[in-house]
């Protein structure tokens, strides 16, 4: 019964940043993996950046931009974007691992517009 919140998206303009949080809780064991995907109108869902307790990964055109961390209480992934651009206009998905289950949130619309 996990549940996966995400929080901190809305509208920005270009070059400015946003904070994006992803909240679990429920029955939740052996937490492998969390991560973030996006998902623009029209495109497919793509991997954003990944975390797990030892490594971070990105997507190319996120690096320099993005980053990924835990919070201090180990449930929470962050995601600090800095350096918006229009094209990261997407609705922001968290997805996480734990054991073998997989589980989705809802989804944060972040727009950057001026």
């Known amino acids: 019964q996990v549940q996966l919140v995400e929080s901190g998206g809305g509208l920005v303009q270009p070059g400015g940043s946003l904070r994006l949080s992803c909240a679990a809780s429920?029955?939740?064991?052996?937490?492998?993996?969390m991560g973030w995907y996006r998902q623009a109108p029209g495109k497919q869902r793509e991997l954003v950046a990944a975390i797990t307790s030892g490594s971070t990964d990105y997507a190319d055109s996120m690096k320099g931009r993005f980053t990924i961390s835990w919070a201090n209480a180990k449930n929470t992934v962050y995601l600090q974007m800095n350096s918006l651009k229009p094209e990261d206009t997407a609705v922001y998905y968290c997805?996480?691992?734990?054991?073998?289950?997989?589980?989705w949130g809802q989804g944060t619309q972040v727009t950057v517009s001026s």
């Open positions: 429920g029955n939740i064991f052996r937490l492998n993996f």
């Open positions: 997805n996480a691992h734990f054991g073998l289950a997989e589980y």
